[in-house]
């Protein structure tokens, strides 16, 4: 699950940006290149913790789990390399979902008031970060909150986005050959994906509460 996904979800359980952002916040230093601090208490600290068990839940959902092989065999079949056609999968499926929530007022609204709570260098501060990584986080959140939150992405922008995703991973990245396949899967698998969110969303939260509770 992407940041964005991680925002909605944990926006079911708490209400506190400083929680939604710390559920975020994991996914923010893998995309900046470092390891984010654990802090032990606060909601910044519960929502890090959240993040972790938000992704368990997610990846050993059965329901994402099929997306996943589905979509694997169905860009393999338009010709796309095998490694390339599993991450683009697990990526896409990621991202197509995003999408769909982000067609909520509420999830936006979300995941917007946690990005300006990022912009508070006290919370980085608590956060025990160094000084350089927490100015490149703020930074992000700066930038991201900027940019806002598009629906609808088209399909050309999901494959820009899983361009940029992979193109470090040589085995994996997308070739110019694969662009059009994987193209042509985004425009005929969104729809899939779409009719599955909201059980999928269901099922998730049902899962993190048993999870939680146990």
């Not at 654990?38 to 994402?64: C, I, K, M, N």
């Not at 909150?145 to 990245?173: D, Q």
């Amino acid at each position: 699950m992407n940041f964005f996904g991680h925002a909605t979800i944990a926006g079911r359980f708490e209400s506190d940006p400083v929680f939604v952002l710390g559920a975020m916040l994991p996914d923010f230093c893998t995309m900046l290149g470092f390891r984010p601090p654990e802090p032990a208490s606060g909601q910044l600290g519960a929502g890090v913790r959240f993040h972790h068990v938000t992704d368990h839940a997610f990846h050993d959902l059965e329901r994402f789990q099929r997306l996943n092989r589905d979509a694997a065999a169905d860009l393999t079949a338009r010709g796309v390399r095998r490694g390339t056609a599993r991450a683009v999968a697990h990526v896409g499926v990621e991202l197509l979902l995003d999408a769909e929530l982000a067609e909520s007022d509420a999830a936006r609204a979300t995941y917007l008031s946690a990005l300006t709570v990022g912009h508070d260098p006290e919370l980085v501060l608590r956060a025990s970060f160094a000084g350089a990584e927490g100015e490149r986080l703020g930074q992000l959140t700066r930038t991201l909150t900027g940019r806002g939150v598009a629906k609808r992405p088209s399909g050309s922008s999901v494959v820009e986005r899983l361009e940029r995703a992979l193109a470090s991973r040589p085995r994996l990245a997308i070739t110019s050959e694969d662009v059009p396949r994987v193209g042509e899967w985004v425009e005929l698998f969104r729809s899939r994906v779409v009719a599955s969110a909201p059980t999928l969303v269901r099922e998730l939260v049902l899962d993190i509460e048993e999870r939680l509770a146990a």
